[in-house]
């Protein structure tokens, strides 16, 4: 760093240093998403205190040009540049059955089409080396344990990794009793069979807007109606409109992601949580709590799940190890509560149980300490994936393209202008070897047709980032009028 601070001047040292790193990030010379020195040799390269770097880093906080991250620093953000919020969505006047599996199948073959630069896939764990330590992991189990780790293992899981799990709840002070966490093959088995518990064929589900499209699959194949609650992209699922759907409608139970949601990465504060989850059970119905992107907020390790904020029961939370450690292995949990016996019906008559040997390796790998060094180097990853990912979408995509700034999770939501066809959009960028999920497959109905999930949970490349102006160029195409 050549520059140098001029003490002679009227103007504050940490402004000073203030204005040069803005400079610094105009000029390219610090880019999106690179960590910035750390006090002391910021202080030290600049001939300035320690104080001095500090207010300059808080202030560079306050205006959005920084970000700071737990125990590991600063980190620049994405140019600020004119960049709105997606819009928020309009309450639903009435529930509607769903129809959407025909449109998912199309886009969900399209995603796994081999050689395709996966911008659509939900994939975090791809930024992060597991599977070499999972390998070794899954080997020391067999080596350890031979034929007993390749048997059908308990139906309710492997009791040493349901001890595992429940031990990281005691961190939030939710006491889970060992017949309450069922191991489940995945999140979507989890989700399915909690809604199972909950509800019958015709009844109303109340769910995010926009929403996942596994559940809104998982409603339509379970002959359930879906009610969208609008999502604020910042704070999640809006209070008064679903004060207002209760008022209107019967809704047995709401799937809501309180911690970090898919696709908007929002992230509602504890307060949030506690009078959403109060409003659920004092209206008599059942929170289904997904939770899968938890552990990847970037600046807190876990907010408090909605589950530490119940009193009445009526809340069962979804997880798994997909996003943070090994899709293919298919582990997850749900807490059933007093759902727990219906639950373990209900798992018996789906799977039986899940893979023994997977549940094993997985237990080795957290509770030898493996789990939570990955996350660190996880979270760190998609934050700097994050500014990379925005950077490229302010500097390719069309002028008013409104996009989310996530708070974790490992993808960003763009609304484009009006006249862009985001399905023609995917299949010309489908032809073109890119992936990317369009807006309206995380609707029940049919909004979003202007919208495009895209993520930054893969390994960042040159292919990357020339896939990103790819798709800026092809957006030119499907411009009408």
Not at 367 to 384: C, M
Not at 441 to 449: G, M
Request: with cysteine.
């Amino acid at each position: 760093m050549s520059r140098t601070i001029n003490k002679q001047r009227a103007v504050y040292l940490y402004q000073q240093v203030v204005d040069l790193i803005k400079d610094m990030q105009q000029h390219g010379t610090l880019n999106a998403g690179e960590k910035l020195p750390s006090l002391r040799a910021m202080a030290q390269k600049l001939s300035v205190s320690i104080p001095t770097v500090q207010q300059a880093y808080q202030e560079l906080e306050r205006q959005g040009v920084v970000s700071a991250r737990e125990k590991s620093g600063f980190y620049l953000n994405a140019a600020v540049l004119p960049c709105n919020q997606p819009k928020r969505s309009r309450l639903a006047r009435s529930p509607v059955a769903v129809n959407k599996q025909a449109l998912i199948e199309q886009v969900f073959d399209g995603l796994h089409q081999p050689g395709v630069i996966p911008l659509g896939i939900a994939n975090p764990v791809a930024v992060s080396a597991t599977d070499k330590v999972l390998s070794r992991t899954m080997r020391k189990v067999m080596n350890a344990a031979g034929d007993q780790a390749i048997n059908y293992g308990p139906l309710d899981g492997f009791a040493p990794l349901k001890k595992e799990i429940i031990g990281r709840y005691l961190d939030f002070a939710i006491g889970v009793n060992s017949d309450e966490l069922i191991i489940t093959n995945g999140a979507q088995e989890a989700l399915n069979i909690a809604l199972q518990c909950v509800t019958q064929m015709g009844d109303i589900v109340a769910i995010e807007s926009p929403c996942y499209f596994g559940i809104i699959e998982m409603i339509e194949s379970l002959g359930l109606k879906a009610i969208e609650i609008p999502m604020c992209p910042e704070e999640g699922v809006c209070a008064d409109d679903l004060a207002r759907a209760f008022a209107e409608h019967d809704i047995k139970a709401c799937i809501f992601s309180t911690t970090i949601s898919n696709p908007l990465g929002s992230q509602m504060s504890d307060e949030r949580r506690q009078q959403l989850v109060r409003m659920i059970e004092e209206r008599g119905a059942v929170l289904i709590e997904d939770d899968v992107y938890g552990e990847l907020a970037y600046e807190h390790s876990h907010a408090k799940p909605a589950q530490y904020f119940s009193r009445k029961g009526q809340v069962i939370t979804c997880s798994s190890l997909s996003k943070t450690a090994a899709p293919s292995y298919r582990v997850g949990w749900m807490i059933a509560g007093k759902y727990a016996a219906q639950a373990r019906r209900l798992k018996r008559a789906i799977s039986c149980s899940s893979s023994l040997m997977n549940q094993w390796t997985l237990y080795e790998f957290m509770s030898s300490g493996d789990y939570d060094k990955n996350l660190r180097t996880l979270r760190q990853r998609l934050a700097l994936n994050k500014e990379r990912m925005r950077a490229l979408v302010l500097q390719h995509f069309p002028e008013k393209t409104r996009m989310t700034n996530p708070k974790g999770g490992c993808v960003l939501w763009l609304q484009l202008p009006s006249q862009y066809d985001v399905i023609e959009l995917f299949h010309l960028a489908l032809d073109a070897g890119i992936s990317i999920t369009p807006g309206s497959i995380f609707s029940a109905t049919d909004k979003y047709r202007q919208c495009v999930r895209l993520s930054y949970g893969i390994p960042w490349s040159d292919k990357v980032e020339v896939a990103v102006a790819r798709l800026g160029a092809l957006c030119q195409q499907v411009r009408k009028g």
